[in-house]
């Protein structure tokens, strides 16, 4: 049974840095693309990043690239991404979700999804 369990949510001051995390004690995650889109209120869904199951290609959306970091330890079936430079913007839940490839990734088209994490961003 699939169980993707976010942490490292919370709230943080602009131009601070927070580090999510995702893992799965009873599933494989190896053979999936894995990533992080979030949601803010009122908007749609925003794929964020995501890493592809080999680890040796990611992806940013424009609004995220250079400020994140996503990485993967595929010994751990886990999950990473490092927030640095944190904006107002980026206020939203957070969601760690699987895909069988980048564009279904992009396209919102997850096989799983976790419970979601707030990070907030405000002085």
């Known amino acids: 049974q699939v169980q993707l369990v976010e942490s490292g949510g919370g709230l943080v001051q602009p131009g601070g840095s927070l580090r999510l995390s995702c893992v799965d004690s009873g599933f494989r995650l190896d053979y999936y693309v894995i990533g992080w889109f979030r949601q803010a209120p009122g908007k749609e869904r925003e794929a964020v990043s995501c890493?592809?199951?080999?680890?040796?290609?990611?992806w940013y959306s424009d609004s995220v690239e250079d400020r994140f970091t996503i990485s993967r330890d595929n010994a751990k079936n886990t999950a990473n991404l490092q927030m640095n430079s944190l904006k107002p913007e980026d206020t939203a839940v957070y969601y760690c979700a699987i895909a069988q490839s980048f564009h279904r990734f992009y396209r919102h088209e997850y096989l799983y999804r976790g419970q979601g994490t707030q990070i907030t961003v405000s002085s």
């Open positions: 890493i592809s199951s080999t680890n040796d290609q990611t």
